[in-house]
């Protein structure tokens, strides 16, 4: 079946860090991958997605590429800020067009 | 536009109680969905609409779970009888497209079910 893996938190950075979420995923077919956010109080939120192999999203500072080789998908972001402080969850949508997420990585970032 | 409404944003019952959470999508989204997020888990989905119709409710406990949407707008999500288990938030989102597409879904900001 379906699954997506990412890393685990909590994560806690300085402003102007760089972030890293991994996140990994296994389908049966050929995913489109997202990646939602979820700020303090609020409802998830649509950050970016990439329907094909080696597609880039990019939203807000934030990218990811889907690499198909490595059944990933990455989130980075070169220099956060503390309104980048939310949970970031990881992903797919498979042949049945369902969304199967992971397990939401928090990230905190400090002034 | 007005993003998607869940009421009540809080409950706390007893296990044995019922309860229902309210939805109400993005005006004209066609399809709607009920998710499950347990604690330190990622979203589950419970229960999928198309306008009026169920398209698939295959992960939805049916014994004690119930979901309908009327006049393919509103939606209601009951539990009836709670488990411990249950304890969750409940989170509705709604999308533009017919099920069977990769349209953006919106979510709305979700119910925090506590069951003691």
């Known amino acids: 079946g379906n699954s997506v893996t990412q890393m685990e938190g909590p994560v806690t950075l300085s402003e102007e860090a760089f972030l890293t979420i991994n996140c990994t995923y296994t389908a049966t077919g050929y995913p489109s991958l997202f990646w939602y956010v979820q700020y303090p109080g609020e409802g998830l939120q649509l950050l970016l997605k990439a329907t094909k192999a080696d597609d880039k999203g990019s939203n807000k500072g934030f990218e990811a590429t889907y690499r198909k080789e490595t059944t990933s998908f990455h989130l980075e972001k070169g220099s956060v800020q503390v309104s980048d402080s939310a949970v970031y969850f990881c992903?797919?949508?498979?042949?049945?067009?369902?969304?199967?997420f992971g397990a939401g990585t928090t990230v905190t970032v400090r002034a | 536009e007005a993003g998607v409404a869940q009421s009540p944003r809080y409950k706390i019952i007893e296990k044995r109680q019922s309860v229902a959470f309210w939805c109400n999508p993005i005006s004209g989204h066609a399809t709607l969905y009920w998710y499950q997020q347990i604690l330190g888990q990622g979203p589950k989905l419970l229960i999928q609409f198309q306008n009026n119709g169920v398209v698939d409710d295959s992960q939805l406990p049916k014994d004690r779970f119930s979901a309908e949407r009327l006049k393919g707008v509103d939606s209601t999500l009951k539990i009836q009888p709670a488990k411990l288990e249950d304890s969750a938030v409940y989170l509705c989102?709604?999308?533009?497209?017919?099920?069977?597409?990769?349209?953006?879904?919106?979510f709305g900001p979700g119910t925090r079910l506590t069951v003691l």
């Open positions: 989102a709604s999308s533009y497209g017919l099920a069977g597409t990769t349209d953006t879904q919106y």
């Open positions: 992903a797919l949508s498979d042949y049945d067009y369902k969304l199967s």
